[in-house]
């Protein structure tokens, strides 16, 4: 029964890990979105 506690609690912290760095406020993905703009507008101002 400890070990199944245990590894429940382990497995919700690595959920919550994952959920802050890629979710929450300046994550990942908030960072890929605004590289992704900014290489856009660099893109745009490409003169052929």
Not at 2 to 27: A, D, H, P
Request: glycine share 10%; proline share 2%.
């Amino acid at each position: 029964m400890r070990q199944i506690l245990m590894t429940v609690l382990l497995i919700v912290t690595v959920v919550i890990l994952y959920s802050q760095t890629v979710q929450g406020v300046g994550g990942t993905k908030e960072q890929i979105r605004d590289s992704g703009g900014q290489m856009a507008d660099v893109i745009s101002r490409i003169s052929p």
